[in-house]
């Protein structure tokens, strides 16, 4: 899971500075879960809404009635560090192949909000995506990491690298692209998690882009880097946002703390729903940066190593549960379902990943000869290998 495992030999150093780190950390100005619930980021209405915020807030969000749809297609990409090169290499693939339609929804959530404004503004950015993960340039995100980062409270890699590598990317060029797509009535969101209500958040960055606002690159970039910020590993970001006459700031995180990948609510997918429909069949399009089958590895006994172990098992659980629920969704109200992950086939992990340029450039290769096959996608959600030992001793 990329930086997710170097994130683990935190944990050793966690338990002996806790109280280190109360000390040396800022205090930050309290506010009111009242203050949390109402609050908003100032000058961009509909910026954004909780996950489990009601179908109209959603719907206000994401929809725009002006727009004849004619392929509804929905690209929803996923979390996974370093692995991140996998959905990069596909979209390049898929674009070889001229068949990648444009999306009239892109959602990501970690790695995957890094990929998910190039994919929204289609082809002509897959070469950034190229740069990124195969160039070596992310490597230098996990280069040098510094405990005494943790103990003040910024994270093991701690001195802003991560959002310093997304200015690179994110422009205001790269803005107005996005905001006249914006216009069109195409959505960009993308997810993050606020620690202080232990929420998911969906961003509307199309709105963020369009706005008038005079900090809305560096909203955009902040709103990036939460969405990929690992705890403890990299920073948490913090949002200005007010609550009538209150201004404070949230704290916001990787978005896979609460969700793996995000697809919107069941309530505006179905057909009465206030998304706009599709003349043709609807389309979901579901990019697991990462791998989904459970994988045999002797587990070490120490720390380190059950952690990164246990955190692996986790997500990948968590990443089957979100794509049975959409499956079952897609499946119930005829919207073709569609999933491409790392399989068996793909390339190993080194022990110690990190953002390993070599691995990158293997999985990236991965990525692109998949995109431009015919099998790039599954249109079930895998079998759990227990279930598959189940059928096949059934048939003997």
């Not at 882009?209 to 560096?218: F, H, I, Q, W």
């Not at 990019?287 to 045999?296: A, H, Q, S, T």
């Not at 999933?339 to 999985?363: C, H, I």
Request: aromatic share 8%; proline share 6%; charged share 15%.
């Amino acid at each position: 899971m990329g930086y997710r495992r170097a994130g683990t030999s935190l944990i050793l150093a966690l338990g002996v500075a806790a109280q280190v780190a109360a000390c040396g950390s800022m205090p930050r100005t309290t506010y009111t879960a009242q203050q949390a619930a109402e609050a908003s980021v100032p000058g961009i209405p509909g910026a954004r809404v909780y996950s489990d915020a009601s179908v109209e807030a959603i719907s206000q969000l994401v929809a725009n009635p002006t727009r004849k749809v004619t392929n509804f297609s929905y690209l929803a990409l996923s979390g996974g560090g370093g692995d991140g090169a996998y959905g990069a290499g596909v979209l390049n693939g898929w674009s070889q192949t001229g068949t990648r339609p444009e999306f009239t929804l892109v959602s990501g959530v970690s790695t995957g909000a890094l990929i998910a404004p190039f994919a929204f503004l289609g082809p002509a950015y897959d070469p950034y995506l190229t740069e990124f993960y195969t160039s070596g340039v992310a490597e230098t995100l996990v280069q040098a990491p510094s405990i005494t980062n943790v103990l003040f409270g910024s994270g093991l890699f701690g001195d802003g690298r991560l959002r310093d590598l997304i200015g690179r990317y994110v422009t205001s060029d790269l803005l107005a692209a996005i905001a006249e797509e914006h216009a069109k009535g195409r959505r960009l969101l993308v997810v993050t998690t606020n620690l202080d209500s232990q929420r998911a958040v969906i961003w509307n960055m199309g709105a963020i882009a369009a706005s008038d606002a005079p900090n809305r690159v560096e909203l955009f970039r902040d709103v990036l880097a939460a969405s990929a910020s690992v705890p403890a590993v990299f920073p948490p970001q913090f949002i200005d946002v007010t609550a009538g006459p209150s201004r404070f700031q949230e704290m916001h995180v990787d978005g896979s703390v609460v969700t793996p990948v995000f697809t919107l609510p069941q309530s505006l997918l179905l057909k009465d729903g206030r998304l706009p429909r599709s003349a043709g069949k609807a389309q979901i399009y579901v990019v697991i940066n990462g791998r989904l089958e459970p994988d045999f590895e002797v587990t070490q006994d120490n720390t380190l190593a059950i952690v990164g172990r246990s955190f692996t098992t986790a997500s990948r659980a968590r990443s089957r549960a979100a794509l049975a629920a959409t499956y079952a969704l897609a499946k119930a109200n005829n919207i073709a379902f569609n999933l491409t992950y790392v399989d068996e086939r793909g390339p190993k992990a080194p022990a110690a990943q990190g953002f390993n340029t070599a691995y990158m450039q293997a999985l990236y290769q991965d990525g692109l000869e998949k995109g431009r096959s015919a099998n790039l996608w599954e249109h079930t959600v895998p079998a759990a290998p227990i279930t598959k030992e189940a059928v096949a001793q059934a048939i003997r």
